[in-house]
Each structure stands twice: as C-alpha cells, then as structure tokens.
C-alpha cells in the first residue's frame, strides 16, 4: 500500500531530523517520492522565521482489504 507521512518544523524539532530518522528505517526500494517545502511563519515581533515541510511518501507492508 503506498502511504504518505508529513513532517513539519516546530518550535522543539526540527522536520528535517525526523524525515531522516524515518526514511533510515525504509529500505530503499520503499521509497516512491519525498516532497520539500518551506515557508516563513510570523512571530509576535514581527521578524518571520523558516520553516519546513516534507512529505514522504512510502510503499509499506500493509495491503488494503
């Protein structure tokens, strides 16, 4: 079944480290297509910071029934 997981940016992680934490436990051949983006969020002080959005999607084990 080919499956998608999204992984954003936040105050307390970063999207980049848990992507590469989850694509270290697919093999290769799971891999279809992994999507980047980026964006500014603003903050109360007006100054706006980065940040990222990336998309994985995955052949998994599971089979639709």
């Known amino acids: 079944?080919?499956?998608?997981?999204?992984f954003l940016d936040t105050d307390s992680s970063y999207a980049v480290t848990?992507?590469?934490?989850?694509?270290?436990?697919l093999k290769d051949e799971q891999v279809v297509n992994v999507c980047y983006?980026?964006?500014?969020?603003?903050?109360?002080?007006g100054v706006g910071v980065q940040r990222?959005?990336?998309?994985?999607?995955y052949k998994s084990g599971e089979t639709s029934s």
């Not at 983006?37 to 002080?45: A, P």
């Not at 990222?52 to 999607?57: F, H, K, N, P």
Request: charged share 10%; glycine share 4%.
């Open 1 to 6: 079944m080919i499956q998608v997981k999204e």
């Open 52 to 57: 990222s959005a990336i998309l994985v999607v």
């Open 18 to 25: 848990l992507a590469n934490q989850f694509l270290a436990s």
């Open 37 to 45: 983006g980026s964006m500014m969020k603003s903050v109360l002080n």
